[in-house]
Each structure stands twice: as C-alpha cells, then as structure tokens.
C-alpha cells in the first residue's frame, strides 16, 4: 500500500511541476467554478484549461471542495486518523 500511495504522490508532484506564470490563481479557479468569471476571463480560462494538466487539476480539487462544502460526508475514524498521517509526512518534506 506504501509503495502505492508513493506513486501517487510522485505523480502529484510531477503534476505540480506543470505550474507556468501564465496559470490561473484559486480565486479565477474558484470563480471559473462557480460560473462567476467576467465573459473575458472565461474565455481566457477556458483555453488555458485546454492546454494545461496543473489547471486542470486544480479546477478539478475546487469542484470537489465546493461538492463537499455543500454535501458533507462521513468520514470513519480509522480514514481520518490515516489522512491526518498522510498530511503529517507530507508537511516533513
């Protein structure tokens, strides 16, 4: 299981890597999302995201925090407790 959470950390983190200055910043991801982009904006969004995987990802984790802000999900404890852990190794690097 260690080896297959590390792969997809690897790839998260290449993923990262994909960052350019032209990318869009979590407030345009975050209004691209809820449809509130001025028209030139999304435009501009919009083929950005055509092209870029980092974008793309990342409008991917708004949507799902903007679904789960609104639909709450139980989370067993022996899951939480395992991500707090994730999260506790992720902040040692």
């Known amino acids: 299981m260690d080896t297959f959470e590390a792969g ?3 790839i998260l983190n290449e993923i990262d890597k994909l960052r350019t200055p ?3 910043d979590s407030i345009s ?5 809820e449809g509130k982009l001025p ?3 999304k435009r501009r969004a919009e083929g950005h995201l055509l092209s870029c995987l980092y974008c793309l990802k990342q409008l991917s984790d708004m949507k799902q925090l903007l679904y789960y802000r609104k639909h709450p999900a139980a989370v067993s404890p022996g899951l939480l407790d395992r991500l707090k852990a994730l999260d506790r190794q992720s902040g040692d690097k």
């Open 39 to 41: 028209d030139k904006e």
């Open 29 to 33: 991801i975050g209004l691209f999302t």
């Open 22 to 24: 032209g990318c869009l």
């Open 8 to 10: 997809i950390r690897d």
